[in-house]
């Protein structure tokens, strides 16, 4: 059964860190781009982060970019985002996703053709 499983969600106060982890089972991530994007309540899902397979192609969205990372360990076939600095509007359910490249071996954050998902883990931020 094809499988990604997000973890290391929780509640942090402002400032704090958080290390999501995405795990995939029953294939693997190797030639596949992975995507982080979250929801919070009453919003549209927008995409945060993504990395290429080769992981030489990283973007970020503006609203996260110098405060988050995202990094890949094929050998555990798992993907990671790191949470930095973490604001009160960064609050919400967290979810990856692989799927095929974008031009010329790219990643596209928020793109469309991400057709693996996992179930999500909540990030909460609260003083």
């Known amino acids: 059964q094809l499988q990604l499983v997000e973890s290391g969600g929780g509640l942090v106060q402002p400032g704090g860190s958080l290390r999501l982890s995405c795990d995939a089972s029953g294939f693997t991530l190797d030639y596949l781009a992975i995507g982080w994007f979250r929801q919070a309540p009453g919003k549209e899902r927008e995409g945060v982060s993504c990395?290429?397979?080769?992981?030489?192609?990283?973007n970020y969205a503006l609203a996260v970019k110098d405060r988050f990372t995202i990094s890949r360990d094929d050998a555990k076939n798992t993907v990671y985002l790191q949470m930095n600095s973490l604001k009160l509007q960064d609050k919400a359910v967290y979810y990856c996703?692989?799927?095929?490249?974008?031009?010329?071996?790219?990643?596209?954050?928020?793109?469309?053709?991400?057709?693996?998902w996992g179930q999500g883990t909540q990030v909460t931020v609260s003083s």
């Open positions: 990395i290429s397979s080769s992981g030489q192609s990283i």
């Open positions: 996703a692989a799927g095929p490249h974008g031009p010329y071996g790219s990643c596209i954050v928020g793109g469309n053709d991400y057709n693996y």
